[in-house]
């Protein structure tokens, strides 16, 4: 479970970042039923965390804390810090790193403990998402030491409520208990190394969410063993402040991590602290607009995001356009449209709900003489 929350951690500072300010304290709280791999026994637990999140188009962090009380192998503390920077709010790459650092055992450092980091690089064009990075993380249990690293390869495509994974991990260790614990033995006991590949969905409408994953594991040298798992979450939001998330399915053990191969069962009731401030800010921040510019063997490529409601109408107009205006396509973070544009000097504008036209950000705004703004942009 510790694995599973570091990696949420990371990926919620991830998203934040391509937010706008935002900012939120949550809570969790719930219980859930643990099988380690190879044991009979079912572990019933108390499952307690607390994150804190806060970003801006540029920059975001999160700081997470999570605690599973349950019998002496499956208890375990964690603490967390992801984030994640892009140069400016319309690049393309941005750069993410987390670090977390775990305690296994019925009390504090019973059994040990684990520390690991992450540095992640992100590219996006269009919806699609592609990324490249490594981890390592060091492990002591039972007074024995190892360590892992791991290299991934990812990528990433939304469409509509739909948003589509796949990635590739190559992990090397030296945690033979850990593995032998998930019933994969190393014949020559010294290392291993193994080969995971990972496709995931994701469905989200209105207050669902859903995310199912897939991981098929095999190995690279060390072990002729296989593996694979299947995970399944949902998180219902009731209210601004109220959500409850279900999840149940196998995790296979994270070298890494220093996370065994469990098969889990939970439930869990979210809290956030500010929901109010959230919303506040989210009202202030309806109707900011982004505009970016690529070159094309043509001319070039104008892409306008907007802010604001489900509901509303938002639309741009320009010379391009013949001042007629043209309906924006709703995305997961805004409004969004994608105009071509010859050579030469053009002006553009939007509005909601019918309202003033402005000028987009990024633009050189002038006025168009009706009481309204205009940005002008050039095109060599």
């Known amino acids: 479970m510790i694995g599973r929350a570091s990696a949420l951690a990371l990926l919620a500072a991830v998203q934040a970042a391509g937010a706008q300010t935002t900012r939120e304290v949550r809570i969790d709280a719930g219980a859930a039923q643990v099988q380690q791999t190879g044991r009979s026994t079912h572990d ?72 690991s980091g992450t540095l992640r690089e992100r590219f996006t064009l269009g919806a699609a998402d592609f990324w490249a990075g490594g981890s390592f993380g060091g492990t002591s249990r039972d007074g024995v030491g190892s360590h892992s690293t791991a290299v991934e390869l990812g990528a990433s495509w939304r469409a509509g409520d739909f948003e589509a994974l796949a990635s590739a991990t190559r992990q090397h260790s030296n945690d033979i208990a850990l593995f032998n614990a998930a019933e994969l033995f190393v014949p020559d006991g010294s290392s291993y190394g193994l080969t995971d590949y990972l496709g995931g969905l994701r469905y989200g409408r209105g207050p669902v969410t859903v995310d199912a994953t897939e991981t098929f594991r095999s190995a690279a040298h060390g072990t002729p063993s296989s593996q694979s798992a299947f995970f399944i979450t949902a998180v219902w939001a009731i209210t601004s402040r109220y959500s409850l998330a279900l999840g149940t399915g196998r995790q296979l053990a994270d070298p890494v991590r220093g996370v065994p191969d469990v098969q889990i069962t939970s439930a869990t009731l979210r809290i956030s602290l500010l929901p109010a401030k959230a919303l506040t800010r989210a009202a202030e921040l309806r109707g900011t607009s982004f505009a970016s510019v690529s070159q094309t063997a043509d001319g070039a490529l104008l892409t306008i995001r907007v802010i604001a409601d489900e509901e509303s109408l938002v639309e741009v107009a320009g010379s391009f356009s013949g ?58």
């Open 44 to 115: 019933l637990a108390g499952v307690f965390g607390f994150n804190w999140a806060t970003g801006t188009p540029e920059y975001a962090a999160l700081l997470s804390a999570a605690v599973t009380s349950a019998g002496d192998s499956a208890s375990a503390a964690q603490a967390g810090l992801a984030a994640a920077w892009r140069p400016s709010e319309n690049s393309r790459w941005q750069t993410e790193g987390g670090t977390t650092v775990a305690a296994f055992g019925s009390t504090p450092l019973a059994r040990g403990g684990s520390f």
């Open 323 to 380: 001042w007629n205006p043209i309906q924006l396509t709703r995305t997961d973070e805004g409004w969004e449209a994608e105009v071509h544009l010859p050579p030469g000097r053009h002006r553009v504008a939007y509005r909601i709900d019918d309202g003033p036209w402005r000028a987009p950000r990024g633009t050189a705004m002038v006025k168009d003489g009706f009481g309204g703004e205009a940005g002008l942009i050039v095109v060599p």
